[in-house]
DNA sequence: TAGCTAACGTACTGGTTCGTACATTAGGGC
DNA sequence: GCCCTAATGTACGAACCAGTACGTTAGCTA
C-alpha cells in the first residue's frame, strides 16, 4: 500500500495527480477488498478521496480498469516483499520452513490481499488477464524455492517428487486458506484459525507438514 | 442439488410449490456461484425458472434469505456426503489418505460449493450467521477423523500433535485451493491446478503430505 | 505575465435492480 | 359443485449507480 494519508499539508501542491492517483487505488483497495468487485461502489470510494468521482474515471477510465490497478499494486507488494527472501544461506530444510514462515507471515499480514485474490478467482481471473503488467510478472519466490528444492534433492535429503510450483501451491494453501475461510470455518467449527494465540501451533504445523512431506522416507512406497 | 431439470410432464400438477421453490434455489445456486453475492440478479434468476420473481420473494422473502437457503442446501449435500464416509474398517493410515482422497475428489466435483463458500467468506459469514440449520449442523467428518487420529496415536503409529479440527483444515486447505484459486493460479504461474493429467499427481501428493505430517520421526525435534 | 493545458469539480442521465401492490387462478376439502 | 386459500402472474415504483457533458482553475512554460 502507498498510504496516502497525510493530512493534506500547507505548503504543499493542492494539484498533485501523483497523489491522487494513490489515494484512489488506496481507497479503492480498501473498497474492494471490503465488499468486492460487484459490492463496491464507485461512489463510495471517490466520497473518501480528497477528490470527485471525476477523477476515477480521468486517471482510470472506469471501474474495472481501477480494480485491475488495484491488483498490480497488491500484486506488486508480494513480490517486492519476496525480492527481500534472503533464506539460501541456510541449509536446505531450514531455508524452506523459513520461506513457509515467511509466506504464512505475509499472508497473515495482508488479509486485503488475500480477499482480492478470492475477488478476482470468482472473476475467473480476467483482470489478471487483461492486464499486461501481470500477465508477465513471474514469482521471485518460485525462483528461490527452485534453488532450495535443486539443493535438497541433490544432496539425498528431500524424496519428495515436487517441483517449485507444486511446493509454492502447497505451502500457499494453507496460508491462504487459514485467513481466506476464517469466517465459515469458524462459524461452522468454532475455531478461530487466526486467533494469536493459536498462531505459532500454525506456524509450527505448516513447516512441521512441509519437511515431513519433503524429507519423508519414501523406501517402503 | 436438488436436480429439477424435468420438462414439466404434462399430467404433473401445474401448480407446485415443492418443485418451484426447489427449482428457484437450484438456479439460485449456479446464479450465486457464478457472479457472486452482489453480482447476481434475483430477476435473472426468475427468469431462468419457470416462475416469475414474485415467487422468489413469496417463497424466500428476499436476496439475503434466499442466498442463506442457497447455503444451507449446498452444505446439506457435503454433511450427506460425509455420512456416507466408510473408512473405519481401514488401518489408521490408510483411514486418513482414503478420507483425504475423498474430501479431494468431493472438492473436485462441486466447483459450485467452493464458489459458494469465497463468496460467504468475502461476506463474513454473515448468512450462515444468520442461518438456524447452519450453525448447528457439525460435521460427520470432523466425528470421523476424531476416531481416526485417536486410534493412531494410541498405536504411536501418528506422532503429530494435532487434533481433528487441525487435521481437516489442513486437509480442506489443500482441496479449496487448489479449487478455489485456480484461475489466478493458472493466470500467474502457468499451471492448470486441475487439468486432469495432474489430478492423480496432485491427489497422491496430498495424501503423502498429510500421512508424512502424521507419522513423521520426532526424534530429534 | 500571458496563455495553455493538465488537473479538477458540478450536476446530471439513462439504465438497472430490488422489491411490492394488486389482480388472478388452481385445486383440495366438504 | 362450491368455496377458500395457497400459489401464481403482471405491472410498476423508487432508489441506486456507473458513467459523462460541460465548465473551471492551478501552475508550468515561454
Known sequence: MTSVDEPARPGER????????????????????????????????????????????????????????????????????????????????????????????????HPDFIRLVSIENIHGAEHIAASEKLGKIGSPALDVIRRILASGQESGLFTADVDAVDLHAMISSFCFFRVANRHTFGALFGRDLVAAEQREHYRTMLGDMVIAYLTADRAAD
Open 14 to 109: 493542492i494539484r498533485d495527480a501523483a497523489r491522487t492517483r494513490a489515494e484512489i487505488l488506496d481507497v479503492a483497495t480498501q473498497e474492494f477488498a471490503r465488499a468486492g468487485y460487484d459490492g463496491a461502489r464507485v461512489d463510495d470510494i471517490a466520497a473518501r478521496t480528497r477528490t470527485t468521482k471525476r477523477m476515477i474515471y480521468y486517471y482510470f477510465g472506469g471501474k474495472e480498469q481501477l480494480f485491475t490497478a488495484v491488483l498490480e499494486q497488491a500484486y506488486g507488494v508480494i513480490r517486492e516483499a519476496e525480492q527481500q527472501l534472503d533464506v539460501e544461506h541456510l541449509d536446505p530444510v531450514a531455508a524452506i520452513r523459513r520461506l513457509a514462515e515467511v509466506t504464512f507471515d505475509h499472508h497473515e499480514q
